[in-house]
C-alpha cells in the first residue's frame, strides 16, 4: 500500500512567530520531529538548561554561546525507506501499518538533497524492482541512504548515493542501468548497492558494492587551510555540516590554547578532530595521533592527512584497549574522546582518571552518559562547555567540554 499526500498537504508551509511549519507533521504522517510546535528559540534555550542541570560542574561563565546552524534544511544525510509498490514508490518511512510514507518534501532536508529525491524515486519506479514489504517479509528495495558535501570549487555539491536492497537482483538491476542513475542524479560521486538480506530493524548491510567513486569529500578546514574529509559509504560523519564546522572549530581553539606537545583523539572516525587540530596547530610540534576501529575509516584519514600535508598519524585499533594498554610513557598532553552515545565506559573513564594526562577535550551526543562518565574522573575540573544544536526540532544535542587536570 502507498500512503500518498494529496498535494495541500505536501511539503511545509511558512514559518511563523519562530515555528517550522510542517503539513507533514500537522497530518500525523510523520512525528520524528517531536518538538517541531515548540518555537526554536525555547528548543535551543531548553537544551542549554538541561545541559546545565546535568552537568553542575561547568562554572557559569564557563559555558560559551550554544551554536545553531539553522532549524530548516540542515540535514546533510537522509535515510529513506523505500515504500509503496513497483512502479509507484514512497520515499519517507513505513507508517504503523507498514504502508509507505511519502516525505520527499521534509523542511529539515539539505535542498541539495530535495531536489534529487523525485528524480531518485522516478529511476526506482523505471526499474520495476518491488519495495520490500516489511509485514509481508518480501520484495526488494528496502532504504535510499542519500549525503551531500559542501560545494566545490565550481558551486556544485556531489551528493553519495546508496541503495539498500535485499538480494543479488537488486544490484545486478542498478548495475545494469547505472547509466541512467548518473543521468538521473548527475551531481552523485559516489554510487554503491548495499544489500541487506536479513529481516531486522537495520538501515544496511555488511556487503557494500561500489558501482561509480569510492569516497564522498567533505570540504571543511579553515579559511586558511582548507580540509577535505573523506567519506565512504559506510562511513560516520554528523548529520549537519554547519555545526560540525563549528564543533570542529572550537575543539581546535581549545587545543591550541592549551598548545600540546602530543595528542590522541580517540574514536577517531574519518580524523574530524585530529585533522583540524593538526590543521590549527600548523608548523607547532606536535604529535597527532588517531585511533578509531573501523580501517576503512583510518584509509580515509591517512589520505586526508596526506592530501593537507598535515603531521597526524593514524591508527586502526579498539580505542579504549589501544588506550588502556598503552605504555605510560607514551602517552600525549592532551586527550579528545568522541564515543557514541552510550559514552566512554568505566574501564576507560578510570583510565583516564589514573593516567595523569593533563587535559581533555570530551565531545557527546548524550549529555546523561557525559555526566555520568565525568563523575568518574572526579581529579579533572571542567574549564568551558559548548552546547552545539545538531540535531534541531528534537531533544538530541551534542555538547563539548574542555577540561584540566586539577593540581
Not at 530548516?72 to 514508490?89: D, E, I, T, W
Not at 519506479?125 to 549525503?147: C, I, M, N, Q, W
Not at 583540524?276 to 576503512?296: F, N, Q, T
Request: net charge negative.
Amino acid at each position: 500500500m502507498t500512503v500518498r499526500l494529496p498535494l495541500v498537504l505536501q511539503g511545509h508551509g511558512e514559518d511563523r512567530d519562530g515555528l517550522l511549519r510542517c503539513d507533514y507533521f500537522e497530518a500525523s504522517r510523520c512525528r520524528s520531529c517531536s518538538l517541531i510546535e515548540t518555537p526554536y528559540a525555547v528548543q535551543l534555550s531548553d537544551k542549554e538548561r538541561r545541559c546545565r542541570e546535568l552537568l553542575p560542574s561547568v562554572p557559569g561563565d564557563g559555558w560559551l554561546p550554544s551554536f545553531s546552524g539553522g532549524y530548516r534544511g540542515f540535514r546533510n544525510r537522509v535515510k529513506l525507506v523505500v515504500g509503496g509498490s513497483a512502479g509507484a514508490v514512497t520515499l519517507g518511512i513505513l507508517g504503523p501499518d507498514g504502508a509507505g510514507v511519502d516525505l520527499r518534501e521534509c523542511a529539515i532536508q539539505a535542498p541539495e538533497i530535495a531536489a534529487v529525491i523525485p528524480e531518485i524515486a522516478a529511476f526506482l519506479e523505471s526499474t520495476g524492482l518491488e519495495p520490500y514489504d516489511v509485514p509481508a517479509r518480501r520484495g526488494e528495495l528496502k532504504f535510499v541512504h542519500v549525503t551531500v558535501a559542501p560545494a566545490s570549487e565550481d558551486g556544485v555539491s556531489p551528493l553519495m548515493l546508496r541503495i539498500v536492497g535485499r538480494t543479488q537482483q537488486t544490484l545486478d538491476v542498478v548495475r545494469a542501468r547505472l547509466d541512467a542513475l548518473r543521468t538521473a542524479v548527475p551531481h552523485a560521486v559516489v554510487i554503491s548497492v548495499n544489500l541487506l538480506p536479513e529481516h531486522k530493524a537495520v538501515l544496511e548491510g555488511e556487503r557494500e558494492e561500489l558501482l561509480l567513486g569510492s569516497s564522498l569529500p567533505m570540504r571543511l578546514g579553515f579559511a586558511d587551510r582548507p580540509l577535505t574529509l573523506h567519506l565512504m559509504p559506510q562511513s560516520f560523519f554528523q548529520t549537519n555540516t554547519a555545526v560540525a564546522r563549528e564543533l570542529y572549530a572550537q575543539v581546535a581553539e581549545w587545543v591550541v590554547g592549551v598548545r600540546p606537545a602530543s595528542l590522541w583523539d580517540l574514536y577517531c572516525g574519518v580524523g574530524g578532530f585530529a585533522l583540524h587540530c593538526a590543521a590549527a596547530l600548523g608548523d607547532r610540534a606536535c604529535r597527532v595521533l588517531g585511533v578509531e576501529l573501523s580501517e576503512a575509516a583510518i584509509d580515509s584519514a591517512r589520505r586526508s592527512s596526506n592530501e593537507a600535508e598535515l603531521r597526524a598519524e593514524f591508527l586502526a585499533a579498539d580505542a579504549t584497549r589501544f588506550a588502556v594498554t598503552a605504555a605510560p610513557e607514551s602517552l600525549p598532553e592532551l586527550l579528545i574522546v568522541n564515543p557514541p552515545r552510550r559514552g566512554i565506559g568505566v574501564e576507560l573513564a578510570e583510565w583516564i582518571e589514573g593516567s595523569g594526562i593533563r587535559h581533555l577535550v570530551y565531545s557527546s551526543c548524550n549529555p546523561e552518559s557525559l555526566a555520568r562518565d565525568l563523575a568518574a574522573m572526579p581529579s579533572y575540573a571542567v574549564k568551558e562547555g559548548r552546547v552545539f544544536d545538531m540535531f534541531p526540532h528534537t531533544s538530541h544535542l551534542e555538547v563539548a567540554v574542555l577540561l584540566e587536570r586539577a593540581q
